[in-house]
């Protein structure tokens, strides 16, 4: 399974664009790239995900390379609530789908 | 969206005792359901998944005798932890798929369990 690197940290002023980065140099072809985030003492919430495309939702745009090896997930407009948690996961391959956490982004907007 | 719910929300139980953690998808059916493990200040760590109707499968190292999973419907799986001890306090998390094949996990809110 592809692992993931994030950097541990990251603060962002509020109404800025959040740039949060993800190198995923082993994936392979058919591993989609998902990002989730927890809100301290929460569950984990589904953000976007996505195969090779650029993708776009109500709450985030994934920029992935053209080599897959890295992505991007970008928060247009950071408000305080968007302090959080971020994972960057490759879906593990097999038909459970299971999720495999790494330490993630410690996300910081700041007024 | 899809809405997964935990009960309870937190437990303080003494050791030895078990405890009981209940998992429900609320508008939709669950054939997967995943439980996880939150230590303070570390990553969610995959404990097992759960199909509807068949035994769990655990990851290495979690004592399937210990963290015992019944996914008896499509909308309900539990946990108990048995013969809790100190060590088992964690905030445990579940997670379903929808039958459908989707690609999200939607996560419970989690339970705080602490063990005195």
């Known amino acids: 399974d592809a692992k993931t690197t994030q950097p541990p940290s990251m603060d962002c002023a509020e109404g800025r664009a959040a740039n949060l980065p993800c190198n995923h140099s082993?994936?392979?072809?058919?591993?989609?790239v998902y990002w989730y985030r927890q809100i301290h003492s929460q569950g984990p919430q589904y953000i976007i995900h996505g195969l090779k495309n650029n993708e776009t939702n109500e709450m985030a745009s994934l920029i992935i390379t053209e080599d897959r090896k890295s992505s991007t997930l970008i928060l247009p407009h950071a408000t305080l609530r968007d302090t959080a948690v971020y994972y960057c996961i490759v879906e593990t391959s097999g038909s459970a789908r299971q999720l495999t956490f790494g330490s993630g982004t410690q996300l910081t907007v700041l007024p | 969206g899809a809405v997964v719910s935990q009960h309870p929300s937190w437990v303080i139980c003494k050791s030895g005792t078990s405890v009981k953690i209940e998992c429900r998808s609320l508008d939709f059916q669950a054939t997967t359901m995943f439980w996880y493990r939150q230590f303070p200040k570390q990553s969610l760590m995959l404990m097992a998944t759960?199909?509807?109707?068949?035994?769990?499968?655990?990851e290495q190292g979690v004592e399937k005798d210990k963290f015992l999973i019944n996914h008896a419907s499509l909308t309900l799986s539990t946990l108990t932890v048995t013969s809790a001890h100190p060590e088992d306090s964690s905030f445990y998390i579940c997670?379903?798929?929808?039958?459908?094949?989707?690609?999200?996990?939607?996560f419970g809110p989690g339970t705080r369990l602490t063990v005195t």
């Open positions: 997670s379903a798929m929808e039958g459908t094949g989707g690609y999200e996990q939607y």
């Open positions: 082993t994936i392979s072809g058919n591993e989609y």
């Open positions: 759960s199909n509807e109707g068949s035994k769990a499968t655990y």
